[in-house]
């Protein structure tokens, strides 16, 4: 009874997963860009008044922060792994010659 429910519990926090982005902060390095994404994010927040329900207020910081990051820096594309991939290839590489060598 007890493994279902662990079970259960998995599953569901599997399946409440979301796609996590993944900005290109480099870009506020940039001192023109930090500023614009700092005073775009503010006007944002700003614009709407204060409720008395603190969640409602950290989704719309949360969202503002989000939408700005968006127009300002952009989303990274993501380069799964392409440096590792080269140098294990050139490991596995360098293996098959050695047992090549040691085959033959």
């Known amino acids: 009874m007890v493994r279902v429910r662990c079970s259960n519990k ?4 599997q399946e ?9 902060s480099e870009k506020l390095e940039d001192v023109v860009i930090s500023h614009k994404f700092k005073h775009d994010t503010i ?3 700003v614009r709407q008044a204060e409720s ?3 969640h ?5 910081t949360k969202m503002c922060t989000a939408e700005t990051a ?12 392409e440096d590792w991939y080269d140098d294990v290839y050139e490991h596995w590489e360098e293996k098959n010659e050695a047992r090549m060598k040691f085959v033959k």
Request: zero cysteines.
């Open 10 to 13: 998995i599953m569901e926090m």
């Open 52 to 54: 008395s329900d603190i």
């Open 16 to 24: 409440a997963r979301y796609e996590r982005i993944k900005w290109y």
């Open 56 to 60: 409602q207020d950290w989704s719309h």
């Open 43 to 45: 006007r944002r927040i």
């Open 70 to 81: 968006q127009e300002v820096l952009g989303q990274e594309t993501r380069k799964r792994n």
